[in-house]
């Protein structure tokens, strides 16, 4: 996902937990969880690079043929 698609996204979602009735203790558990998932999010896309670059390295064609 582009980063500015994903900006105006996270901007709906945290806009959306903060209009909605509910304590400020509540409120504060719901970004906090979101921000944990973002992180989660993060990790598994860095992996997954990571993984990609290393498929790439050790699938280039043998010099032999």
Do not use: C, F
Request: proline share 2%; no cysteine.
């Amino acid at each position: 996902m582009r980063k500015a698609k994903q900006n105006a996204l996270d901007t709906i979602v945290y806009e959306r937990i903060s209009g909605l009735r509910m304590s400020e203790r509540e409120r504060e558990i719901a970004i906090n969880a979101m921000r944990k998932a973002e992180l989660i999010v993060d990790g598994i896309l860095w992996v997954q690079k990571k993984l990609e670059s290393l498929g790439a390295l050790l699938l280039k064609p043998s010099l032999k043929h």
